[in-house]
Every structure is written in structure tokens, then in C-alpha cells.
């Protein structure tokens, strides 16, 4: 009895394991095999889960007929910008709250946590005054700047997690050196954080390329224009058609460059995840 039991529950983990998984890929395949097909075979009242059949067509009409480099090297300017100074400033920022002593430091960290909490919408009019007023509208830096909106909290909040996990000997031994604040987290902290780094970056990162509702209100035309609005706005050869296949071929080379980078980075995300959720 005990047997079967313990058999009937396994079973049913690979169940819902299985159901987990296809529920995740499934989208994405779909995607990639209807970035194959023809147009007219998109509609099929008959569909078929293989790319039957095969046609390059979509990936020429998004590269050679759209603007879409242009509003890759944009995303990969934006969101790299964007990564990189959440990290800088959210390395600074961690390294204060979860290290040195001083009293509001539990104020700030609500504070960091409650910036997460506010919806996009509800700061769009604010910052579209704000980028207008300095200038900075339909421009790379000003969407970097709004981008740390999201980017910046989750950084710092990860951080603090990590860096309180670390042996507080090393920063003793470091100050008995005569070693300042700055140049302990730079020589000694800081190169122990490798994979909080990658993992806080990496999330940043994907965030910031897949961001839609700031790159559409804060950009006008292709110079400055990310990747998601640019999808958003693809047309088809009339008014009211909508070309599925340009679409769902651009989500794919979007797309695959983050899977990648998670395929690559997933040791170090999942354990700069752990140490930033359980030390402290």
C-alpha cells in the first residue's frame, strides 16, 4: 500500500512537471515554428506543430524591409546603459545598507522596496514633464534614467541580501589595514560578489530590453525607438492586416540572445538568488 502510494505520488510529480514545462515552452515553440511558416499557412484550418512548409520570408521582411537593427543596437544601448549603472549605484547603495551602521537604515530599505510597488502608469505623466523640461526626450539617456525606475530597486534589495551574507572578518582585517570604506568594497567585497552581480544584472538586463510602456511614450521615430514598441507597430501590406509572421520571427530573435545568456549564467543566477534570499 505505502508502495503504490509513493508510486501514485511520483507519477504525479512528473505530471505536473510535464505540464509545467509545456505550458512554459509551448508559447515560445509556437513562435519559433510559425516564424516558418508562410503567411496563408498561419490561418490553416488544419495547423501543424512543424514548420511544413519552411520559408526564410519573415526574417527577410523584418530585417530588410523594417528598421529592426536599428531598434535592436537601441535596446542593447538602453538596457545595457540602464544594467550598467543600476549595478554601480546599486553596488554603492547595498553595500551602505547591508554593511555600514547607521540608524534609518531599515526606513530605506521599505522605502527601495515600496518603489517596486508603484505601477508604470502612474508615474508616466511625471517623467514624460520631467524628460521634456531637461531635454532628455527621445533620447537614450533619458529612457536609461526612467529605466532605473524598476532596474535600481530590485538591484539594491538583491545586493543588501548578498552582501550581509558575507564574513564580516574580511572587512575587520581590511579597516586594521587602513583601508577605507570605498576602497573595502572595491578590493575586498566587491570580488566576492561575482554571482550576485551576474544574477541582479542579468534580471535588470531582461527587464530593461523587454520594457514596452516607457520606450513607446518617451520615444518618436526609429532613432531612438526599442525593440518592443517597434514589434508593436509592424504592419502588413494593407491597413487592417496584421503580420503575424514578421511578429512572432522578431519575438524569436529577441528572444533567443536572453535564453542563451540564462542557459550560460543559470549557476550563477540561481545561487546569487539563495545568497541574496536566505543571508541576512
Known sequence: MRRASRLLGRLFFYLLVIFVVVYSVFPF?????????PSDALFSPDPSFLPVPFTLEHYENVFLQANFGRNLLNSLI????ATLLSLVLGVLAAYALGRLPFPPKNAVMYIVLSMTMFPQIAVLGGLFLLLRQTGLFNTHLGLILT??????????????GYFKGLPRELEEAAYVDGATPLQTLL???LPLTGPGLVTTGLLAFIAAWNEYLFALTF???????TVPPAIASFGGATPFEIPWGSIMAASVVVTVPLVVLVLIFQQRIVAGLTAGAVKG
Open 219 to 225: 520615444t518618436v521615430g526609429d532613432s531612438v525607438k
Open 29 to 37: 515553440y509556437w513562435a519559433v515554428i510559425s516564424s516558418f511558416k
Open 187 to 189: 578590493k575586498v567585497m
Open 78 to 81: 538602453v538596457a545595457g546603459g
Open 147 to 160: 529605466y532605473l525606475l524598476f532596474t535600481l530597486p530590485f538591484t539594491v534589495w538583491v545586493l543588501v
